[in-house]
């Protein structure tokens, strides 16, 4: 199993930015890809960025080029660097790990643009 912890959300201002951080529970090095999803309100839940094996990347189209994901290995934590957000930005963001074909979910961290 893998126990998720976010944190970094806040309330920011358009332009601004924020920056999230996931800790996992075990190595990363042992997590199939571990990613950053979104869910706004009257939304569904939606991919923002993902990291697998190998160091394969993959972003959603709305947030390329404002948006980074990262890792630290040694911490066992992933990031989302978040710059230039919009107030369509504004969503809980969910940290979410695929480890042995399960998947697991951190609890969510507010993140709130305003305009």
């Known amino acids: 199993q893998v126990q998720l912890v976010e944190s970094g959300g806040g309330l920011v201002q358009a332009g601004g930015s924020l920056r999230l951080a996931c800790v996992a529970s075990r190595s990363i090095y042992t997590i199939t890809a571990m990613g950053w999803y979104r869910r706004a309100p009257g939304k569904q839940r939606e991919l923002v960025a993902v990291?697998?094996?190998?160091?394969?990347?993959n972003y959603a189209d709305f947030v390329r080029g404002r948006f980074t994901i990262s890792t630290d290995n040694a911490k066992n934590t992933v990031y989302l660097q978040m710059n230039s957000l919009k107030p369509e930005d504004t969503a809980v963001y969910y940290c979410n790990a695929e480890f042995w074909g399960n998947e697991y979910w951190g609890q969510g961290t507010q993140v709130t643009v305003s305009s």
């Open positions: 990291i697998s094996s190998g160091s394969r990347f």
